[in-house]
């Protein structure tokens, strides 16, 4: 096995990770823009050849510690080069990244080429040209924090480019991201089952003949001219050839087959002689066709039966071709055209403008997002129902609602008009969207997008007051759910709905028990970071969304300081606070469950293990212990206990209210003198000790920290900081 690494634009790494898996990979780790794997030198070829969306695949040679340029050079010398070029080769390095050393990314590939040429200079006597454009061998080195990976790119020119788009548009999509677009909105079931594809304003006809490519079982690859392996000494030639002779009986067979209809349409002629042009070079001729034809003349084709399919195109939005407002039109008479002429169709739309989506007055039921270059972007998918389901496009179709729950129905959109708004407009993909507004309907509501772009809603019914029976409360409970049913548009399975009592002392002790055994969890994006979320097995989710301002807070105090979080839970706090800059930290919680939900949140989201240590104890008794040899030792500590707890995991009874005033002062004495405690609890009637506020200089910060989507409830934590005066 050696060690390979695929990248990729931002958003794809999950579905490359699982085309990677499917062509062999194992050992697969996601990153940002990277896949990492492991496989034999025949999957890397094969990977060269068949990933749709790679950008390039590089082999690893070595991976060390560098802190200096003399440890760059050393590290970059120790390789056995002539092993890998010719010494009177042509050779190519490419550098990113920088630590405190190595500021400048030219600087360190500089150093490297140095150290590689002067490698064969000592070995053979020659030494290699630096050449850009035609390299014999492309050397790619990555400088993370003090690591580096040194790797050969075996792609050569960027996957990316198949070979056969020599004619391009005003805002050309990347063929890569064309196949991500076809792959998310699931074109291969649907080309399976005959299903038709369709692109309204297809430009120079990217996503066709993507769409094609996978229709046929054509290897993305057989275009190139050439790979960055070629022409490396270890090259094995007998594999690739071998490889590319069964690409090529795939592709023969696949051309032999009835393709689903494939058609293209834009109402600027111009650039369809782009798209014609490249569809031939494609060789796909025959498959693909496009004609001149505006939006407004949207049909599906007549010349023989078409089954539904797919119509996905990527429309302009402002940012490439012409300003937001003149484009609405065009989106809303695609809208139009959509709902009048195909009914039973999928339909997905990439913008870089999701407002602009909205103008087509059809409701999404997934959202994905992804990048178009440097664009965030989303792509849309729609389901357009016949004209009988068609009301429930906006959500206010479906199934007739009782009164009751139409009332409910109407409190859910307007603050889908308010709280929403809010939510979109600040990047939010976990929000409370209804906090009891309606006292009789007494239930919190919060909804969630995965990264994936698919919508879940998380319901939490409050205990109903003692006069009130118990089926009546449990009535309103299945009106509440219909409510959220209609105007959501989200399917069942995808609604969690929990009782949750309310207790004299609204602890979180409970959430440890075990409610489910469905193991169904996704992820979720809060400012730049990655979290799971498990809505099913457990009292709470994995993270507390009214607590969001205080990690965001956390995050700003945390650069370069060293953490201490007690009562960790799934150590989302800490991923904020490492992402703000944190140096080390160290988290303490008893449960068993939530370290390991938090170790799979760290590595999610890259945090080194070395320096953001995990710790399984009573919290209480360490910190106690800590008392004898961490004094003075963290700049920043969060303390977020429960409000009660009795846990038999724990030595003792844990009331907040009675002993904060000794826990405070237990942390303030591993406080280093200039440290910053944030202190947290949800305990609605708390009352912060006198003796607290006497000694240190104590800020109540509750409302400060407090999201417009929790302003109904201000009392649903109290968050203080506090330092030495």
Known sequence: MIPLTATCPRGLEGLLA???????????????????????LELAYRCCLWSRLANRVLLRLDRTTVRTADDLYRAVAALPWEEHINPSGKLWLQFSGTNREIRNSQFGAQKAKDAVVDRLRQKTGER????????????????????LDIALDLSGDSLHRRGYRTHIGAAPLKENLAAALLLRSGWPDIAANGGALLDPMCGSGTILIEGAMMAADIAPGLLRGSFGFERWLNHQSDVWNRLREEALERRRNGMQRQLPEI???????????????????????????????????FKVPSHREIKPGLVLTNPPY?????????????YAE??????????????????????????????????????NGSIPSQLLLFEIRAAAEAGG???????????????????????????GKWARKGGLSCYRLYDADLPEYAAAIDLYRSLEGEDFAHVQEYRAPAQIPE??????????????????????????????????????????????????????????????????DYLDTGIFLDHRPVRQHLRTLASGKKLLNLFCYTGTATVQAALGGC?????????????????????????????????????????????????????????????????????????????????????????????????????????????????????????????????RNPKIHNVWEIRRG
């Not at 349409?265 to 001149?292: H, M, P, T, W």
């Not at 496009?393 to 709280?419: C, D, I």
């Open 583 to 711: 140096a080390q930290s160290t988290s303490v919680d008893m449960s068993k469950t939530y370290q390991a939900w938090a170790a799979r949140n760290f590595r999610r989201n890259g945090l080194d293990p070395y320096r953001h240590q995990l710790v399984e104890a009573d919290c209480l008794q360490w910190l106690q212990s800590a008392q004898q040899n961490r004094r003075g030792e963290y700049d920043l500590i969060f303390l977020d206990p429960p409000s009660f707890s009795n846990s038999a995991r724990m030595r003792g009874v844990l009331d907040i209210q009675r002993d904060h005033e000794s826990l405070i002062r237990q942390c303030m004495a591993l406080l280093a003198p200039s440290g910053t405690l944030l202190f947290s609890n949800n305990l609605r009637s708390f009352k912060m000790g006198e003796g607290v506020s006497g000694e240190f200089a104590v800020r109540e910060l509750s409302s400060q920290l407090l999201d417009r989507d929790f302003q």
């Open 318 to 330: 402002g940012e490439r071709l012409g300003e937001q407002e003149a484009l609405r039109e065009t």
């Open 18 to 40: 699982s085309e990677l898996q499917a062509l062999g990979a194992v050992e697969l780790r996601e990153q940002p823009a990277a896949v990492h794997f492991a496989g034999d």
């Open 471 to 536: 089926e009546k409360a449990r009535a309103r409970l299945r009106e509440l759910v219909r409510a959220v049913e209609a105007v959501l548009d989200i399917p069942q399975r995808n609604i969690s709905i929990k009782e949750r009592r309310r207790h004299s002392h609204k602890g979180r002790g409970s959430q440890y028990q075990r409610r489910d055994d469905s193991g169904r969890s996704f992820w979720v994006e809060e400012y730049g970071a990655e979290f799971e979320v498990n809505l099913w």
């Open 128 to 147: 290699p040209l630096v050449d850009r454009n035609q390299p014999d061998l492309t050397v790619a080195l990555r400088l993370q924090r003090d690591s």
């Open 334 to 371: 695609l809208g139009r055209q959509l709902k009048a002429e195909f009914p039973g169709w999928l339909v997905g739309i990439f913008t870089g403008n999701p407002e602009l989506g909205h103008a087509t007055g059809l409701r999404s039921h997934k959202q994905y997002k992804l990048y």
């Open 263 to 297: 058609r293209g349409y834009d109402a600027d002629a111009k650039v369809l002689f782009a798209a014609e042009a490249n569809i031939a070079r494609a060789g796909l001729e025959r498959q693909v066709r496009v004609s001149c034809r505006p939006v407004a003349a």
């Open 393 to 419: 496009q906006a959500g206010t179709g479906g199934p007739r609602l009782s009164a009751e729950a139409e009332m409910v129905a109407n409190r859910l959109r307007k603050n889908l008009r308010t709280t």
